[in-house]
């Protein structure tokens, strides 16, 4: 009687399990435990590194927005900030030295400009003082030198002449006036050739330098 009673409480518990695998709740979730069972049945594979390239290929560069800005703590400088910052002190801004500074290099230009002018126009005087002065130098020689020709010819002629007339009213008026002539150049001569040495020292003392009279021509 007892083994009768165990086998009916088996039938029933079998036909309970069998209606409940019938129905439609039973049915999906059989189905997906099945699914997922296949899921992890099957490997899954391993990805593919990333490279540089395919990391540079999802970067975009964005411009740093206003709240970006704000939100790390970075100062960002617009139009409509820019007096509240300076307000502040918190700007670094320029006092106007690098134009001063600028200012002062053009002023040190036009002075330095100006200076080499003067320079020049001192050189050109001082050169030009000592040219003509050896030029006088050199055509006073030349002149004692055409007399020095000039005269024993008119001696010559003063002593050859016979006429004693043409001879004291020709001659001699054109030998004493070449004698004269020569007596005075011969002692300007020396003044003159004096003064060459004079101009350079004044010109020294003036601050020329010694190349400005190099090469110019010696009397």
């Not at 069998?18 to 979730?29: E, T």
């Amino acid at each position: 009687m007892r083994q009768l009673n165990t086998a009916g409480r088996l039938g029933v518990g079998a036909t309970l399990v069998a209606a409940l695998l019938l129905l439609p709740g039973s049915n999906r979730a059989a189905a997906q435990e099945s699914k997922s069972s296949a899921r992890a049945a099957t490997p899954t594979p391993t990805p593919r590194p990333r490279t540089l390239g395919d990391i540079a290929k999802t970067l975009k560069l964005r411009p740093p927005s206003r709240q970006a800005g704000a939100a790390s703590g970075a100062i960002v400088i617009t139009d409509s900030n820019l007096e509240e910052y300076a307000a502040k002190g918190g700007l670094t801004t320029a006092s106007g030295q690098p134009a001063q500074r600028g200012g002062q290099a053009s002023t040190v230009n036009v002075q330095q400009a100006q200076a080499d002018a003067k320079q020049e126009a001192k050189r050109k005087a001082w050169r030009s003082m000592y040219q003509r002065q050896a030029q006088l130098v050199s055509s006073i020689k030349s002149r004692i030198k055409a007399l020095d020709e000039q005269i024993p010819g008119l001696w010559r002629q003063f002593y050859a002449w016979d006429d004693p007339a043409y001879r004291d009213g020709v001659i001699k008026p054109k030998l004493d006036k070449s004698l004269n002539e020569r007596n005075a150049l011969a002692k300007r001569l020396p003044n003159e050739e004096a003064k060459l040495p004079e101009i350079l020292d004044r010109a020294r003392r003036d601050g020329a330098l010694p190349g400005w009279f190099r090469d110019l021509p010696k009397p």
